[in-house]
């Protein structure tokens, strides 16, 4: 079931959403549902980075975190070169599905 919510936005945000809506030609609510999943994708990212950088996390676990797969949470490590630190323990828990 879809839910609503009411939120404050400020007049210049709201602008450029309906500037949005109007360039692709589409509704301002479906802008905002793509707006807001790019964001959540985007966030959840950022956690996950934060939680792997500072030792908290294995790289499995940040690409859970992140909801994508490992393949590419690897990826998004090179690309923003982020040192890889991959420990036996690590590499156990990542494969425990396997066995």
Do not use: H
């Not at 982020?82 to 690590?90: A, I, L, N, Q």
């Amino acid at each position: 079931m879809d839910g609503s919510v009411a939120v404050r936005i400020e007049k210049r945000k709201l602008a450029e959403i309906k500037a949005i809506s109007d360039e692709e030609k589409r509704k301002n609510s479906e802008t905002f549902r793509e707006i807001i999943d790019l964001g959540l994708k985007e966030k959840k990212l950022a956690i996950a980075l934060e939680k792997y950088e500072g030792g908290v996390v294995s790289t499995g676990r940040a690409a859970e975190i992140a909801s994508i797969p490992l393949s590419k949470f690897l990826d998004i490590l090179r690309e923003r070169n982020v040192p890889f630190k991959y420990t036996v323990k690590e590499l156990q828990e990542d494969f425990e599905g396997f066995l």
